[in-house]
């Protein structure tokens, strides 16, 4: 089975805290893709980052970043000196192979983290 | 590049119509997906198009359809609207599959009552 787990319904943090954003996934695919999203409260889904299975480089752009663990099938996400405008649902997504349906990928999406950064 | 567009962006029917939503992928892409998603429920995934064809499935009854036109644009349709069916309806278009990254419209915010 493929899956994806964010813990974290909620994080409520004030601005300048660093926070971090958990996912962690299942997948017997050994090719695989990891993404994540942002949904501001206006609705529409940004595309953050995306990591293919063998890259555990960790990657930085600017105030986020991001630490890929296959050893523990986690890619979290941190936040550091957040602002107001990081108030958003965050959304991890995995791509993996649907062995039953045509070996065809499919995005699977965790439930997401609703973030408040208060002022 | 002109991103991924939808019509319309709100709508407002009653229980028993039916409604067809609209997406425009941005140029070049390929793979246009449908999701819904409902507070609380996160993003539940309707269907995939690619070339014309419907690729992937998501777990909804047969009043859910979509299609997909040669110039890459994509319809879905809704008959017999229920209560439930209240939502907001995102398409996002990729380049090719699942291994590439989506980009999503605005949305369709959908309200039966």
């Known amino acids: 089975a493929q899956k994806v787990t964010q813990a974290q319904t909620e994080i409520s943090v004030v601005e300048k805290e660093d926070v971090t954003l958990d996912c962690v996934y299942e997948t017997r695919d050994t090719t695989y893709y990891l993404f994540w999203y942002k949904q501001p409260p206006s609705g529409e889904l940004v595309f953050l980052i995306r990591r293919n299975s063998f890259d555990e480089q960790n990657e930085i752009s600017g105030r986020y970043s991001w630490n890929f663990q296959k050893s523990t099938s986690s890619f979290n996400f941190t936040i550091t000196a957040s602002q107001v405008v990081d108030s958003a649902v965050y959304f991890c997504a995995l791509s993996g192979r649907l062995l039953d349906a045509g070996n065809n990928r499919k995005l699977i999406w965790g439930l997401g983290t609703s973030l408040a950064v208060n002022p | ?113």
């Open chain 2, 1 to 113: 590049k002109a991103g991924v567009t939808q019509t319309p962006r709100y709508l407002i029917k009653t229980r028993g119509q039916q409604v067809t939503l609209s997406c425009s992928p941005i140029s070049g892409h390929r793979s246009v997906s449908w999701y819904q998603q409902t507070p609380g429920q996160g993003l539940q995934f309707l269907f995939e198009y690619f070339s014309e064809t419907q690729r992937n499935k998501g777990n909804f009854p047969g009043r859910f359809s979509g299609r997909q036109f040669s110039n890459s644009r994509s319809e879905m349709n809704v008959s017999t609207l229920e209560l439930g069916d209240s939502a907001l309806y995102l398409c996002a278009s990729s380049l090719a599959d699942a291994s590439y990254e989506q980009y999503f419209g605005p949305g369709t915010r959908l309200t039966v009552t």
